[in-house]
């Protein structure tokens, strides 16, 4: 079984810096895309920051020039550097992974962690 698990959530002060983790593990063949998402109670999950597997990054505008997303491919583990955290930063962040299982089929699956608790209040 593929999983996600992410690491690093919790409580900072606005101004503060964070940085999320998730490794992936299980049996996989490829991942070509590994980002962040977050979601509060009632709307909708929103992408905060990708990373492709050649390195491109995609950033929403609301983080732009404060969080930084980095791969590290060998270990199938992404990162999310949080700075100049504010409080509408605060939700649930989601780790996400698109991949291939399998070279046989070459079918490409969505995953998701379980989701950290980033809270930004002072």
């Known amino acids: 079984q593929v999983q996600l698990v992410e690491s690093g959530g919790g409580l900072v002060q606005p101004g503060g810096s964070l940085r999320l983790s998730c490794a992936a593990s299980?049996?996989?063949?490829?991942?070509?895309?590994m980002g962040w998402y977050r979601q509060v109670p009632g709307k909708q999950r929103e992408l905060v920051a990708t990373?492709?597997?050649?390195?491109?990054?995609n950033y929403a505008d609301s983080v732009k020039g404060r969080f930084t997303i980095s791969r590290d491919n060998a270990k199938n583990t992404v990162y999310l550097e949080m700075n100049s955290l504010i409080a509408e930063d605060t939700d649930v962040y989601y780790c996400?992974?698109?991949?291939?299982?399998?070279?046989?089929?070459?079918?490409?699956?969505?995953?998701w962690g379980q989701g950290t608790q980033v809270t930004v209040s002072s």
């Open positions: 996400y992974a698109n991949l291939i299982r399998r070279r046989t089929d070459w079918a490409r699956v969505d995953y």
């Open positions: 299980g049996r996989i063949f490829s991942i070509n895309v």
């Open positions: 990373v492709i597997s050649g390195g491109t990054t």
